[in-house]
């Protein structure tokens, strides 16, 4: 069986508050892309996971969401059906692009319907909110209103056709410790997710564009001016808007078009030669179905 694992970029993010358990409440609109990691899963011959991926620093036990995900199922139904599952990564890692969570949930996805489990796609998404608070959306995919710790999913009208210009710099973030700075200072102003809702609502790029905002870039954004300096490069060659997805670093900028993306993508190609370019766009389609 084969699967693809979109990425998701953030069109805004907030948070609202943070929970006696140290989980943060917040505010997202989703967007799924087709950029996409590919999973492979196949019964083997003997029992246990075999987790594989094209990139040699990708842990294949325990640690990687992917090997979770199956090693769940199986132990929830008690089968001892061997694995071999096989990742090749095209979303970059620790970047912001949920691309570990999108490999959970295609993993689920894949593993349900391959042993025919029986799992609901709600009873999926519990299971992949035990992995990871992205996975449930990865499960949905398509575009939504993400509240809670990002597990509280509404469908949203798919974001309009468009180009999506990624830059990933040089260099991960850490999530925590994005959060444990945010939390010592928390910002005055925040991103109007409500403005973003409505744009989708009605169909518009430019009032989507215009309302685009994360909370968090003020923490990154000032650990790492070039998230700043890369939103204004984009700017400078057509998109729309450029904003920063998730805890970072990857920033995207929406243009009108892919050529206009991809016409984008070689000037900044020529200025940046650490960063990593990617021309990709919106994912409308919907969900894994079970």
Known sequence: MIIRAAAKINLGLDVTGRRDDGYHEVSMVMQSLRLHDTIVIETADDSGIRLSCNLPYIPVDAGNLAFKAAALLLEARGVTTGLSIRID???????????????????????NRLLDL?????????FGKSIGADVPFCLMRGTALAEGIGDRLTRLPPMPNCGILL???PFSV??????????????????????ISEALR?????DLCRSLGNVLEKVTGAWYPLIGELETAMKDTGAYNAVMSGSGPTVFGIYKDIAGA???????????????FIVTAPYNRGGHKS
């Open 202 to 206: 009605r169909a518009r790029l430019r």
């Open 118 to 126: 029986g799992f609901s796609p709600e009873e999926l998404k519990i």
């Open 89 to 111: 990564k095209r979303i970059p890692v620790a970047a912001g692009l949920a691309g570990g969570s999108a490999d959970a949930a295609a993993v689920l996805y894949g593993v």
């Open 167 to 169: 830059a990933k710099p």
């Open 262 to 276: 991809e016409q984008a993508a070689g000037t900044l190609r020529s200025r940046y030669g650490n960063v990593r």
């Open 174 to 195: 850490s999530t925590p410790k994005v959060y444990q700075a945010f939390d010592s200072e928390p910002p005055a102003s925040h991103p109007d997710i409500r403005a």
